[in-house]
């Protein structure tokens, strides 16, 4: 990343201190002190090192929008943590910068910061055979510098070496030789990315031809190289895009045969195991052509040919493998000629959910058919009674709004709240009542309704329902109702279905958060509880949020004149799980 200000204005302990946290602030001094920071170079507004820990790491501190930030190739540092090795590194540039606070004699060694200017100066008094012999010595060692200079020389070599260099560079550096693990995922990446560079300058050179197939059998080694290994950080896929730009671009240059191309393309959008040159035909219709086009829509079309008609009850096995790429095919096709009805005999070839019946009605709507939008919903209702995508109601809830319908269309939202009740579909079925401006009629509705299926199930549960705050979640229990006034901003109806019917214990902290200044005694109990719930989790965030309730509780009790009483309650509690040793060692500060 681009250095954007000085590190002297923002490397300073204190930093590294806040950044790090005290326990990797003190291993990472520890790491400084037994003098483990190798090779610290400052360039460019950039510190890099090699920290010695159980293996090598490389950390690279930098300013970034006026804030120190960091890279380490270890766990942490690679998940973004500013990890003990950056705090060595910044420790051991801090000893090295006139007027620092560190002290050298009982921190550790100094370590002089050499800059790359200095290693400049140097190389430029060094004879020429001299430089060679280092750069091909490092190059024996590592393996991007030495394909990088063999990809320099091919170029220099004439157009045939430089694509054989090139086609050789991409088959080793996707080479995995097995899993490429997450930790070692980034290194690999790198090498590839140095060869599409190549690629790219290969354009650049007028090499437009040559580039369109390298570009090929690299997306085909990437692809398969991205399914031996963890590319959790999408280097691989980003990797990916950027080649079918460069065959874009290359294609632009090289203007090749249009049938030819179609072919090409089309074969890669139905074999590829990604979303390489997926919408091709719509990203290359200029180059394609009528001729390019009438060739992908001839491949397209044959391919169309097997994919099996399905409706209410049947699937096609294939739906979501090749049925789905030559279905996008075709549908691209079809929105490039502008046909409506041929965009929805391809919609229409899969009406096995009730969300294809939508899509079809949605495509009509856009288009202004309104009467057709209207039948395809309502097709889509009849053909799945049981499993009606609540989608597809609200859809046709706006159809008959639209044409005054307006008690079809709140019968269509009441069945769909009856069927999937929740804070969602309430305020799903006021959006529709306020429109006729009849909300008050439908919310009394919706909270009978609601009650009445609490007390059902309140009548089928074996466990006896408790009132209160300390029950946790069933299905009996009031938690939506408690959400549903809290939504409305009603909070004392919500306290009182609380404690009439229990909730979830996140609606009892945001109803205690709401009481806590005008009733402190209604809340105590319930952050008791929480506090016990958070130290049975054994964990020591659990633990630090227990303590900061504790510190709540302690100052509630102090408003009601108390403190007696928190004092034998945290007596009591500290007895209570006094194994938990990291808990009770923060307890100790209350």
């Known amino acids: 990343m681009p250095a954007t200000g000085d590190l002297k ?46 293996e090598e790491y490389r950390v690279t501190l930098f300013v970034d929008d006026d804030m120190l930030a960091s890279d380490c190739t270890c766990p942490m540092g690679l998940d973004g943590v500013f990890c003990k090795h950056c705090v060595a590194v910044g420790l051991a540039w801090l000893a090295n910068t006139p ?41 024996a060692e590592d393996a991007h510098l030495r394909e990088r200079l063999l990809l320099q020389a091919a170029k220099s070599a004439g157009k045939g070496a430089n694509v054989a260099a090139i086609r050789k560079a991409i088959d080793r550096a996707t080479r995995t030789g097995g899993f490429v693990d997450y930790r070692a995922a980034y290194g690999f990446s790198l090498g590839i990315n ?19 197939d ?31 730009e460069i065959h874009l671009a290359a294609c632009q240059k090289a203007k090749p045969d249009p049938e030819e191309l179609a072919a090409r393309l089309f074969k890669w959008e139905q074999q590829t195991h990604f979303d390489t040159f997926y919408g091709a035909a719509g990203t290359y219709a200029e180059l394609l052509g009528k001729r390019g086009l009438d060739a992908y829509r001839r491949h397209a079309e044959a391919a169309w040919a097997s994919v099996p008609q399905t409706g209410p009850g049947k699937k096609d096995p294939e739906e979501y493998g090749a049925s789905f790429r030559i279905t996008h095919i075709m549908e691209t096709l079809a929105r490039q000629s502008g046909d409506i009805e041929a965009l929805v005999a391809i919609k229409a070839r899969n009406l096995s959910s009730a969300y294809a019946f939508l899509q079809i009605a949605e495509i009509y709507r856009d288009a202004k058919q309104h009467d057709q939008a209207m039948d395809w919903a309502e097709r889509g209702i009849k053909a799945f009674p049981e499993r009606v995508d609540s989608r597809l109601r609200e859809f046709l809830a706006n159809e008959y ?41 439908w919310r009394d509705q919706a909270l009978a309704f609601i009650r009445a299926e609490i ?11 408790v009132r209160g705050w300390g029950w946790q979640v069933d299905a009996s229990d009031h938690s939506l109702l408690v959400e549903i006034f809290l939504w409305e901003k009603d909070a004392e109806s919500a306290w009182r279905e609380a404690q009439t019917g229990g909730c979830h214990d996140s609606w009892w902290m945001q109803l205690a958060a709401q009481r806590e200044n005008k009733f402190p005694a209604d809340v105590i109990p319930i952050y008791q509880k929480q506090v016990e719930n958070l130290i049975n989790q054994k964990n020591n965030g659990s633990y630090a949020e227990a303590v900061k309730l504790l510190r709540r509780i302690r100052d509630l009790m102090e408003r009601l004149q108390r403190t007696n009483e928190f004092a034998g309650y945290l007596a009591t509690v500290r007895a209570a799980h006094k194994p938990k040793r990291n808990f009770i060692k923060l307890a100790e500060r209350l």
């Open 9 to 54: 204005d923002v490397l300073t302990h204190q930093t590294l201190r806040k950044l790090a946290g005290p326990k990797s602030f003190e291993r990472g001094a520890g790491y400084f002190a037994a003098g483990q920071v190798m090779s610290l170079v400052e360039h460019d507004g950039k510190l890099a090192a090699v920290v010695e820990g159980s």
């Open 99 to 139: 007027g620092s606070a560190t002290k050298k004699s009982e921190n550790g060694p100094a370590i002089p910061v050499v800059t790359l200017d200095d290693a400049r100066v140097w190389l430029t008094k060094q004879d020429k055979d001299e430089l060679v012999k280092i750069i091909l010595d490092q190059a």
């Open 194 to 212: 140095q060869v599409v560079d190549s690629i790219a300058d290969m354009l650049e050179q007028g090499f437009a031809t040559e580039v369109i």
């Open 214 to 244: 390298l570009v090929e059998h690299a997306l085909g080694r990437v692809e398969d190289a991205t399914l031996h290994m963890d590319d959790s950080d999408g280097n691989m896929g980003g990797m990916l895009s950027q080649l079918q």
């Open 401 to 441: 709004h639209r044409c005054k319908r307006h008690d079809e269309a709140l019968q269509l939202i009441w069945t769909d709240f009856t069927e999937n009740t929740g804070l969602a579909t309430y305020q799903k079925l006021k959006n529709h009542a306020d429109r006729i401006e009849q909300w008050s009629v």
């Open 455 to 465: 007390e059902r199930e309140k009548k089928q549960n074996t466990r006896r329902p």
